[in-house]
């Protein structure tokens, strides 16, 4: 079924799990990442940056990720990354996406809370779940370099006050980690992700998440992360294969020989991946 941000990140509260949140890159790897999904018996969020939105269109994203997933029988939310233009995100949500992130992190606090806001007003009476972000996450975020000096960690009494007034359906939070990491790993602040989860009442995200240690995903998750993002991982696989299979083979063998591997390898990252946001050594929270 294809399912908006709300939906899923309220399972993932009763199942006391994540929602893994996958970057496409094109459309080759699509169909794979949701059959992973399927398999593992778990939702799915494709995630797609403006530029591949554009590169493949947006109404044709939603309408491939609509047949997917009624053809397989898998929960599946379509998601505008990072996104800053409300021109671009108003266009996504006209086209069907179900789910929008505006990233006012690099306004001041009070211009961050308007704008999303106004986000907020267009896409719920359309039934699209907004995630607004507070705090700066490290590494290179839509071409746009963020040094360590310059990273800004959430502070609690902001997640209140910002999720009160915007009603955001999820809150991205930076507690150390950084987007494009994938040669070494971060520590995440998790006295700091305490600290917000036992004041706010949102589901919490975790962007960069392949710099992510994945012995922290089960105290990550069991503090209130439900969105958790994976892209750079896979994006230096699927080329890594790609660039093997192309390497090796003749000019007028079929295309479809050199990708397939390629969506392989992404498809059983996303299962890996899947199968440690499902926490299953944590118990289910128990609600009355």
């Keep these: 079924m294809y399912k908006n941000l709300k939906q899923v990140t309220e399972t993932a509260e009763a199942l006391n799990m ?14 794979e990442m949701i059959r992973a999904a399927k398999e593992m018996g778990a939702p799915i969020i494709i995630q797609t940056s403006i530029d591949t939105a554009k590169y493949i269109g947006y109404k044709v994203l939603v309408a491939v990720v609509k047949e997917i997933a009624e053809d397989e029988m898998v929960d599946v939310v379509l998601h505008l990354d990072h996104a800053r ?9 006209d086209a069907g996406y179900s789910s929008v992130m505006y990233d006012g992190s690099h306004l001041p606090f009070k211009e961050n809370i308007a704008k999303t806001q106004a986000v907020v007003e267009y896409a719920h009476p359309r039934g699209v779940s907004v995630e607004g972000e507070l705090g700066t996450i490290g590494g290179t975020e839509e071409g746009i370099s963020v040094a360590e000096d310059d990273k800004v960690y959430t502070r609690p009494e902001d997640a209140v006050e910002f999720v009160k007034a915007t009603d955001v359906d999820a809150l991205a939070i930076a507690i150390g980690t950084n987007h494009g990491q994938f040669k070494s790993k971060t520590e995440v602040n998790i006295p700091l992700l305490k600290e917000i989860h036992a004041v706010v009442d949102c589901p919490l995200v975790i962007h960069g998440g392949t710099g992510v240690k994945e012995e922290d995903y089960p105290e990550l998750i069991n503090n209130g992360i ?6 750079t991982e896979l994006l230096v696989n699927w080329t890594k294969t790609a660039k093997d299979s192309f390497g090796e083979t003749e000019v007028n063998k079929s295309l479809r020989h050199n990708v397939i591997p390629a969506n392989i390898a992404v498809k059983n990252i996303v299962k890996h991946k899947i199968g440690l946001f499902m926490n299953v050594e944590s118990p289910i929270k128990q609600t009355i």
């Design 18 to 31: 994540t929602i893994g949140a996958f970057n496409t890159h094109n459309l080759e790897m699509l169909p």
């Design 85 to 93: 233009d409300f021109n671009e995100i108003k266009a996504a949500i």
């Design 226 to 231: 439900r969105k958790f993002n994976v892209g």
